[in-house]
Structures are given as C-alpha cells and as structure tokens.
C-alpha cells in the first residue's frame, strides 16, 4: 500500500526536529519506510525556535503528531521535556526519539542501536568478546555506551580529551553494571594494543581534524567507524585506511537508529539494506 493511495487526514503524524534542519535526510527515510511497510504515515521537517523546543514539540502533539525524532541541539530538551525514558535514554542522557501517548510523552535514544545493528548485520562484525575503542566522551559517545555493552564485548575503551569526563562515563555505567567487559578510560594517546573496533564519536571530523590516537590502535581486522558521513572518507576514516584498517562512514548508523524509531512507534522494523544502497549512491 501507498500513502498516496490513503486520504491524508488518516495518516499518522511524524516529523523531525531540529535547527537547522533543511539538511536532514529523515523525512526521505521514513517515507521509504512507510512505503515499504505500508504503515499510514505522513513525516515533516519542523523547525523549533532555539528557545522553544518544548513549546514546539507539545504543540505538534497537540496537533495530533504521533512522535518524533529530534536532532542537534535538541536532544538534552527532548530528555527534559520526556514524562518517561528508556533505559537507553536514561542511559545516554539524551533523547533522539520521542513518542506521543495521550498525556505520555515517551523519550528513547536510538542512535546506540542504529550504531550496534550498522557494525552486526550491515558491517557483519560481531561485538561479543572484541575490544572496542569508543573516542569522545559527549552526546555522541553516550548515547552507544550501553547499546555496546550489551552485546557483550571483552573490552570498551573510552578515550577523550579530557580524561575525567571519559571516566566519570566509566564510573556511571560501572555503576549500572557492566558485564563482563572491561571498562576503561583515559587520554586519546593512552590506548595499547590493537584494537577490534574503533569508534570516532568526536565531532573532529566536521572540522577536517582528526583525534590523536596512535596508529598502532588499527590492525588489519580492525574496522574503524565515522559517526559523520559525506560524499569522501572523512580524515579519521583516511588515516585509519592508512595503517589496514577497514573503514565505515555513519550513514548506516543514521538510516538503522532511524529504523529503530520506526520501530517504537510502528512496532514494525523496516528493511534498511536497500535504502542505504540507495542513499549512499546519491551522496
């Protein structure tokens, strides 16, 4: 079934939040998913003022929105403005997904799990037992801690600039139980050895810069992730190319974490492989 075959007022509202926000890709991915599954949907790209998310957000759900994602720099106001949070969200501090149930207003973060299913099924590396080297200690980096500890790695390394916020985010998920992975942090220059999976979750690579890792991080089985995403490789991805690693841009883990919101809200997990082919030939 088509949308267009649907009147528009019997579809369920959905829409993107963010400023700026004519740059997102979501209302082109989730109208590949509402075709493809043949949920009545209807998705936009809204724009909230920088100090008015929450006016914003309540208005669309009194509009009858369903729920939405919400992207830069709105995700600690989507966390504040949630009556209740996923343990993920809870987790990550921050909210990228928002659900809209009468007076409930349900916050999820995603982005985790669109990072674990790109690196599984569409990378084909499993997490279980490998070392994992998360760079960055902020939004990014919090949001995919607990998604990664549980699928169980040996190890998670969190390295960062300044070494006590790495370790305040190892002290927090220590905390909350680890697992029987290894939780570290420290410096950009203080992790040894070779690792299985390097993570770029800085955002170095908006400015062409690249964090000072020793390239003795990256084997020849190594796969080297890029939060960011572009037509080219990003510096991170070129360098990590450079000493045999296997390299991997974030457009995966953009089209899976929105894949995931489909799934809260639909209950229904879209097939990602074809859209991702098809985003990534018109970049």
């Known amino acids: 079934m088509s949308t267009n075959d649907i009147e528009l007022d019997a579809l369920d509202a959905y829409c993107v939040f963010g400023n700026p926000i004519a740059h997102s890709k979501?209302?082109?991915i989730h109208a590949?998913?509402?075709e493809q599954t043949g949920e009545a949907i209807v998705y936009e790209r809204r724009l909230a003022p920088l100090d008015g998310f929450a006016?914003?957000?309540r208005g669309f759900a009194a509009e009858g929105g369903r729920g939405a994602n919400v992207?830069?720099?709105f995700k600690l106001d989507a966390c504040a403005l949630a009556t209740e949070l996923t343990p993920r969200a809870k987790a990550a501090g921050a909210v990228n997904t928002l659900r809209f149930d009468g007076d409930v207003i349900l916050g999820d973060n995603t982005d985790g799990a669109g990072l674990v299913a790109d690196i599984m099924r569409n990378a084909g590396v499993d997490v279980q037992g490998k070392r994992v080297l998360l760079l960055g200690a902020g939004g990014a980096a919090r949001g995919v801690v607990l998604p990664l500890l549980q699928?169980?790695?040996?190890?998670?390394f969190i390295?960062?600039?300044?070494?006590?916020?790495?370790?305040?985010?190892?002290?927090?998920?220590q905390q909350a139980g680890a697992g029987q992975a290894t939780l570290r942090a420290g410096g950009f220059e203080q992790p040894d050895g070779v690792f299985d999976i390097v993570i770029n979750a800085t955002s170095a690579s908006l400015a062409g810069d690249l964090p000072p890792v020793p390239p003795t991080v990256f084997g020849s089985h190594t796969l080297a992730l890029d939060m960011m995403y572009g037509a080219a490789p990003t510096v991170f991805m070129e360098f990590a190319s450079a000493q045999g690693a296997q390299v991997r841009d974030g457009l995966g883990m953009l089209v899976e974490q929105a894949a995931e919101a489909f799934f809260v809200w639909r209950g229904v997990r879209?097939?990602?492989?074809?859209?991702l082919a098809l985003l990534r030939g018109a970049l």
């Open 26 to 28: 979501s209302p082109a």
């Open 32 to 34: 590949a998913f509402a």
């Open 55 to 57: 006016l914003a957000a």
């Open 71 to 73: 992207t830069v720099p």
């Open 151 to 156: 699928e169980q790695p040996q190890e998670l």
């Open 159 to 173: 390295a960062n600039r300044t070494v006590a916020t790495a370790q305040a985010l190892v002290e927090q998920f």
């Open 270 to 275: 879209p097939e990602t492989g074809q859209l």
